[in-house]
């Protein structure tokens, strides 16, 4: 196989467990090689333009060894993680110059978006909601979501991509959305959102997650991670690492876990989404975890476990030596 591979493809994403892309001829991917499988297939690691690294098993349908160009089935075998509340906090401050300006021109392919009733419209703010990025203007709000392979583009665009949605100002300057659902939200952002549930929110209240907690005992604490009504924004990464640092195993049951291990998970869910947002300002996220796509424990040095646990089967890795099952 060449030591890189430009493949010239659409992706189709069909969602479950057994994930699969076809690549069929349009959009831009980069490849590189990374080992062999047994099957003689090569594993091989995706780097694309939403911002994402993945590595897939691909079986090349007509490249030959030194070209450079193929049609492939990819087949998903490492999971790419969605935008976690702190990712869309750096977003907010990259687009806060924004506020104040007036949209000149909108156009996408979201067929949710009135493209028509933006043009003279005023950016009055942007603000999150966990996973969500807001875009308050006088008429309504603009909800963004970034699902699992959103991204967008600052004053520049994507080469081949069209976005969901595309805002030009009339004091300069452009924001792109690609990949990702728009929708609008009528009324007033503070009657819509409860911003006492964002773990990276002012308005955060600990003592109002501890109170919904306390109505779910039968949950296993990895699903209540990630149930964003209690801690919006946390994600699967947030999730792997706040268990492994306060020592519960993730099969635990929220009403299994006593009052001062309770709180030790509301109070970390906050303070690691934070320092998740100092890392991955300076893009050293990733040597900081722990657990995260780990293999070995660094407390007890014996290997992790992994499976996709819970109502929402996201991957789990955790320790049986150290995380305690309640």
């Known amino acids: 196989m060449p ?10 994403y069909d969602n479950g467990r057994a994930n699969k892309f076809l690549a069929t001829g349009a959009q831009r991917l980069f490849f590189r090689p990374v080992g ?3 099957t003689g297939r090569s594993a091989v690691k995706l780097e694309s333009g939403t911002g994402f690294t993945a590595t897939f098993c691909v079986r090349a349908r007509t490249a030959r060894q030194g070209r450079s160009r193929a049609d492939c089935l990819i087949v998903i075998i490492a999971e790419h993680s969605m935008p976690e509340g702190p990712s869309l906090v750096i977003l907010k401050e990259l687009a806060k110059p924004f506020e104040g300006r007036t949209i000149a021109e909108a156009h996408g392919n979201s067929s949710t ?16 909601w966990g996973k969500h990025f807001l875009i308050e203007l006088p008429l309504f709000s603009l909800r963004v979501h970034f699902l699992m392979f959103g991204s967008y583009r600052i004053d520049e665009r994507k080469d081949g991509a069209t976005p969901r949605m595309s805002l030009a100002f009339e004091e300069g300057g452009e924001l792109n959305f690609y ?6 939200v009528e009324g007033e952002l503070d009657d819509a959102y409860e911003w006492q549930a964002d773990v990276m929110a002012d308005e955060w209240k600990p003592a109002a997650a501890l109170k919904k907690l306390r109505a ?19 994600g699967n990464i947030i999730k792997n690492e706040v268990l492994f640092r306060i020592r519960v195993h993730p099969e635990s049951t929220v009403g299994a876990l006593p009052a001062t ?9 906050r303070q690691y989404s934070f320092q998740f947002l100092e890392w991955k300002k300076a893009y050293v996220l990733k040597q900081h975890w722990l657990a995260h796509t780990k293999r070995i424990c660094p407390r007890c040095n014996i290997a992790f476990h992994k499976a996709h ?15 305690k099952r309640y």
Not at 179 to 184: G, V
Not at 309 to 323: A, D, H, S, Y
């Open 36 to 38: 062999c499988l047994e």
């Open 216 to 234: 779910m005992p039968d949950t296993l604490v990895c699903d209540a991670l990630l149930d964003q009504t209690v801690f919006s924004g946390v």
């Open 113 to 128: 978006v009135p493209y028509d009733e933006l043009p003279g419209q005023p950016i009055l703010s942007v603000r999150t």
């Open 309 to 323: 646990l819970g109502k929402t089967k996201r991957r789990t890795f955790w320790c049986e030596r150290c995380q």
């Open 179 to 184: 990949t990702c659902s728009i929708k609008p």
């Open 3 to 12: 030591t890189s591979v430009l493949v010239h493809a659409n992706l189709r």
């Open 261 to 269: 291990k309770l709180r030790e998970l509301v109070k970390e869910a």
